[in-house]
């Protein structure tokens, strides 16, 4: 008789849901903030200054910093070959599990979420549709013209870093069978968003709010998605031995 599996919830630090409470309270205050045009003020001037000072190096150096949070021609590229790597090595479907649940997350969350906020990108004052910075910067914005963005809350780079850096920490220490040194399991985690969160907003493609609303969002998702038990969730018997454990190999 196959032995049933104890499915807990797996730690996360801090521990406890308080702080998850916490990063959506957070969502939720700067989007009131924004709706309220508390922090309208803050954005423009931040979008100023990246405008004033944009020398071609650095701009240059920015864009290409910026290309980590590409998600359709990297990140789930990348991920999906990791998985596949783990999941040949370890003879298990399993690595497959934090890909799917990452995709369903984000997609339930920050799209729904860009179409509600109808938000303009700060970049849409300079090119068509030649908004007035007023005008673009405002959020819940139902009277941007038809060929406006209109998609910038939350950003989606800063949001997608987080959710599929850390689904790529996790494969990484399950590849090298827990042996990935903890600060090079942190830098894959909290570098690239970091990374992006300073980039999209330099670069003119998100307002600061933007990034720091992301920011929040996927430090929740990626909390939710490192609980999850992936090694003893439940699986069809005919998958025939390939639902054995994979992915914990560490304690990272």
């Known amino acids: 008789m196959q032995k049933t599996r104890t499915v807990r919830l797996r730690p996360v630090r801090p521990a406890g849901w308080w702080f998850d409470a916490l990063l959506l309270a957070g969502f939720a205050a700067i989007t009131l903030a924004l709706a309220e045009g508390a922090l309208l003020g803050l954005d423009l001037a931040v979008s100023r200054w990246a405008f004033a000072h944009d020398p071609a190096p650095l701009y240059w150096a920015a864009r290409m910093f ?22 040949w090595r370890q003879h298990s479907v399993r690595p497959l599990l934090p890909l799917a649940g990452a995709f369903v997350l984000l997609y339930l969350t920050v799209g729904p979420l860009k179409l509600w906020t109808d938000r303009a990108a700060p970049s849409a004052t300079v090119k068509k549709p030649f908004l007035p910075p007023a005008q673009a910067v405002r959020i819940f914005n139902e009277q941007l013209p038809a060929d406006a963005y209109s998609m910038s809350y939350p950003s989606g780079h800063v949001a997608n870093a987080i959710v599929w850096y850390g689904v790529i920490a996790v494969l990484l220490a399950a590849l090298t069978a827990g042996r990935l040194h903890p600060a090079a399991y942190r830098l ?19 307002w600061l709010t933007d990034g720091l609303a992301a920011l929040l969002l996927g430090l929740f998702l990626d909390r939710l998605l490192h609980r999850v038990p992936w090694d003893d969730l439940p699986l069809p018997r005919r ?5 054995r454990p994979a992915l914990f190999t560490s304690t990272l």
Do not use: C, E, K
């Not at 990374?195 to 003119?204: A, H, M």
């Not at 998958?239 to 639902?243: T, Y």
């Open 66 to 87: 910026n290309l980590l949070g590409q998600g359709g021609w990297l990140l789930m590229p990348v991920s999906g070959a990791l998985a596949a790597a783990v999941a």
């Open 188 to 206: 894959v985690r909290f570098a690239p968003p970091a990374i992006l969160l300073v980039t999209t907003t330099y670069l003119n493609f998100h």
């Open 239 to 243: 998958l025939g031995g390939w639902d």
